[in-house]
């Protein structure tokens, strides 16, 4: 049996993909799937799981796969220290980046961009399903393309049929070929790397739960109930955008500051001449974009959240030497 594990984030379709892939691998007769999804909070942004399990026998276990033959990041922010603990022996991880990483097992996708480009918009989901159609042997592309035509929209039939072609036309290019694809009974990959090694640029996220001991279950039921629109964890995750205020275009109506779901646009009182009036608390931010949205005089974009994160590091090394 193969298994597929997925991390994504509200809205960009994993589960879809998911189900897309558990539909093309059991087409053919003897051919069996299973694919379900695991959600925390259900909403746009929001970290979720989902999971395919494929292969020639009945498939009962209906259990979260905890390790995988294929391990895929719809978001590269979700890509974490640990990582190779949810990969088995021989398996691939694949990103959604435009990084190319020194470890063997992490192939680098840039699917948005591909997404972007034939979609219009950056969905990833089928970008992957069409990689998997290239690197593993028991999904054919072409029933990668029937599962789009049987279980989506038929508007949206022609360009995510053009993604599956274009992935799998330029899998030379993106698979970095290097090692064997995966198997029914994978080889050893020999010894691992560690994860700093390997994606030295990926953020590190922890986020306590009671199993973990972390949080003491006594303090933890008086902790949680807050006053709508307060936020306990620092970005808990959720973030892919960040807003950016252009303080020359900023007029100060504090528009975005009343209509915050989270409270974190605040009023500079110590905001000097040249500076925004209003500033963002980034260790709570989410990156809803309603600040962006509300504002009439287009003085709050939102950027890319790694693009970002790398503009800081970059800015912080140059102060350094």
Not at 9 to 25: E, I, M
Not at 155 to 172: F, P, Q, S, Y
């Amino acid at each position: 049996m193969i298994e597929v594990l997925w991390h994504g984030r509200g809205g960009q379709g994993a589960f879809t993909a998911a189900r897309l892939l558990g539909a093309a691998c059991s087409f053919a007769d003897g051919r069996y799937a299973l694919a379900f999804p695991s959600f925390g909070p259900e909403r746009r942004g929001a970290p979720m799981r989902a999971f395919t399990k494929f292969g020639t026998a009945p498939i009962g276990d209906r259990s979260a796969v905890e390790q995988a033959d294929y391990v895929i990041y719809l978001d590269e922010t979700l890509l974490a220290p640990g990582w190779e603990q949810e990969l088995k022996p021989g398996g691939r991880v694949l990103v959604n980046t435009k990084r190319v990483f020194a470890d063997e097992r992490l192939v680098g996708i840039d699917a948005d961009g591909i997404a972007s480009e034939l979609l219009g918009r950056p969905i990833p989901n089928t970008v992957f399903l069409g990689a998997l159609a290239a690197l593993c042997p028991q999904v054919s592309a072409d029933d990668a393309k029937e599962a789009v035509r049987q279980y989506m929209a038929p508007k949206l039939h022609e360009r995510n049929v053009a993604v599956i072609d274009h992935v799998v036309a330029t899998a030379g290019e993106w698979a970095q070929a290097r090692g064997a694809d995966v198997v029914e009974e994978p080889e050893a990959s020999g010894a691992d790397l560690s994860p700093q090694d390997a994606c030295p640029d990926a953020p590190e996220r922890r986020i306590p739960t009671l199993r973990s001991g972390d949080l003491d279950p006594a303090v933890y039921a008086r902790t949680t109930c807050w006053d709508g629109g307060y936020l306990v964890s620092r970005n808990a995750g959720w973030r892919q955008v960040r807003p950016v205020v252009d303080a020359a275009a900023c007029t100060g109506c504090l528009v975005c500051y009343m209509q915050c779901p989270d409270g974190t646009v605040y009023k500079r009182r110590d905001a000097q001449a040249g500076e925004s009036p209003v500033g963002i608390d980034l260790d709570f931010c989410k990156g809803c974009g309603i600040c962006a949205r509300c504002c009439k005089f287009g003085a709050i974009r939102m950027v890319n959240e790694v693009a970002a994160l790398a503009e800081e590091r970059a800015a912080q090394e140059g102060a350094g030497r």
